[in-house]
């Protein structure tokens, strides 16, 4: 069994700073691409960032520039370094990985963890 945990989201100012993190644990072969997505309240989930196992990454034009996506293929953990934040930056954020489990991939979800970003 394969599960993905959020960690790191919480309360900021605007302009301000977070680091979320991932960890994948499980019968793990392989990760593929890994990534971030957020869902703000009444919107659908979007895409943030995603990289993938050779290091190559991409964002969404909204956090260009401000965000940075990285990871670790040793721990399994994929990292989203978050900076100048704005208030519309607020939403659940949920990290996503393609493991492969046995011959098989997979698209596996977190759980979710919330930044919210006052004015």
């Known amino acids: 069994q394969v599960q993905l945990v959020e960690s790191g989201g919480g309360l900021v100012q605007a302009g301000g700073s977070l680091r979320l993190s991932c960890a994948a644990s499980?019968?793990?072969?392989?990760?593929?691409?890994m990534g971030w997505y957020r869902q703000a309240p009444g919107k659908q989930r979007e895409l943030v960032a995603t990289?993938?196992?050779?290091?190559?990454?991409n964002y969404a034009d909204s956090v260009k520039g401000r965000f940075t996506i990285s990871r670790d293929n040793a721990k399994n953990t994929a990292s989203l370094r978050m900076n100048s934040l704005k208030p519309e930056d607020t939403a659940v954020y949920y990290c996503?990985?393609?493991?492969?489990?046995?011959?098989?991939?997979?698209?596996?979800w977190g759980q979710g963890t919330q930044v919210t970003v006052s004015s």
């Open positions: 499980g019968s793990i072969f392989s990760i593929n691409a």
């Open positions: 996503n990985a393609e493991i492969r489990v046995g011959v098989q991939s997979y698209a596996y």
């Open positions: 990289i993938t196992s050779g290091g190559y990454t």
